[in-house]
């Protein structure tokens, strides 16, 4: 039982969430490394939206909405902690959700389609083949689906398929707390905040940007900038942390 008052109390409850579905086998065990990874990210954020981030995320809506077959990419982490939010998402921009996973087995696609599903989501399922020039299982997507986008919204992505699409001519949004990384760096659009801190924020920009300002967050969208941007607040809080 994790008390309410407990200073720790959303990342503790995050973590329970995710070693439950790790235990049910619909995290991989992997993927607990890889949300601590992020976390740490976060510390260094302050655990805030920043106004970068803000910047990158009513872009991202732009994309979305501007797309003409959008696609929210879902793995195991996401279903575990935003199935909701990508529920919420999709009826925002119309976007497809498809399960890609990396440590990829039929029973965790099924499992993972089931509990987003439950969320609210109309999942875009059927037979996968082996599209994606990668040499491990990200490389099964449908043809009417990943295959088929022209913006593909990434969260809690890797690097490889990240190249691979943007390679395929797709413009790819990624959520990603670290800014070096290889996804945040070969992305299209990077988002460096929080999974459940970011996704509202799309949703909420999908409806309330006007056509003006998507416009305007479309021809100035500069992924080098947000980075630059990220690494500088990052910067910032930690020179300030001992004051």
């Known amino acids: 039982m994790i008390p309410a008052d407990h200073p720790r109390y959303r990342s503790l409850v995050t973590r329970e969430r995710l070693a439950d579905c790790a235990r049910k086998g619909v995290v991989a065990m992997e993927g607990l490394t890889a949300h601590g990874r992020g976390e740490a990210f976060d510390y260094l954020l302050g655990e805030r939206t920043t106004t970068s981030a803000l910047l990158a995320e009513k872009t991202a809506a732009a994309m979305l909405m501007a797309a003409h077959h959008p696609v929210i990419s879902v793995n195991g982490n996401t279903a575990a902690l935003a199935s909701r939010e990508i529920a919420a998402l999709q009826k925002a921009s119309g976007a497809l959700v498809e399960v890609n996973l990396f440590h990829r087995t039929e029973e965790r696609v099924a499992m993972i389609e089931k509990i987003l599903t439950r969320a609210g ?8 083949e082996r599209l994606l020039p990668l040499s491990h299982d990200r490389a099964w997507c449908r043809r009417q689906g990943m295959f088929s986008a022209d913006v593909i919204l990434v969260p ?3 690097g490889d398929r990240c190249g691979a699409l943007a390679g395929m001519g797709k413009q790819v949004i990624a959520i990603d707390l670290n800014p070096l990384s290889r996804t945040a760096q070969r992305a299209t659009l990077t988002i460096v905040d929080e999974l459940t801190r970011a996704l509202p924020e799309i949703t ?24 630059s941007e990220a690494i500088r607040e990052i910067t910032l809080r930690l020179s300030h942390a001992l004051d």
């Open 121 to 128: 989501a109309d999942v875009f399922s059927g037979e996968a």
């Open 156 to 158: 809690l992505e890797d």
């Open 204 to 227: 909420r920009a999908c409806t309330g940007l006007s056509e003006t300002d998507r416009t305007r967050l479309l021809s100035t969208a500069d992924n080098h900038y947000l980075l």
